[in-house]
């Protein structure tokens, strides 16, 4: 268990080990839910992902085009655990 300090004006600073465990960068936000008895829960804040982001993934990864014959065909033998 980690002891943090609150400054006079209410800041606290985590430690370098706290925030790679918790998965936070510098600039990155942190969620702090609120729990009963005066518990928190503390996490990395994840912001929500776009399509755009999605579609930009795979970006210049490969130089095989693929029709949407063969996309379907690859998405449904995924979801039949063939591939």
């Known amino acids: 268990m980690a002891t943090l300090t609150?400054?006079?004006r209410?800041?606290?600073?985590?430690?370098k080990e706290i925030l790679q465990h918790l998965g936070i960068k510098p600039g990155e936000?942190?969620?702090l839910e609120l729990l009963p008895d005066g518990r928190?829960?503390?996490s990395a804040a994840r912001p929500p992902g776009t399509i755009?982001?999605?579609l930009g993934l795979l970006?210049?990864?490969t130089t095989?085009?693929?029709t949407i014959d063969e996309i379907n065909e690859a998405a449904a033998k995924g979801w039949a655990?063939?591939?």
Request: hydrophobic residues 40%; negative net charge; charged residues 30%.
């Open 40 to 42: 928190a829960a503390l």
């Open 59 to 61: 970006a210049g990864k």
């Open 6 to 8: 609150v400054t006079e």
């Open 52 to 54: 755009d982001g999605f």
């Open 64 to 66: 095989t085009v693929a």
């Open 81 to 83: 655990g063939e591939e």
């Open 29 to 31: 936000k942190i969620e």
């Open 10 to 15: 209410g800041q606290v600073t985590f430690r």
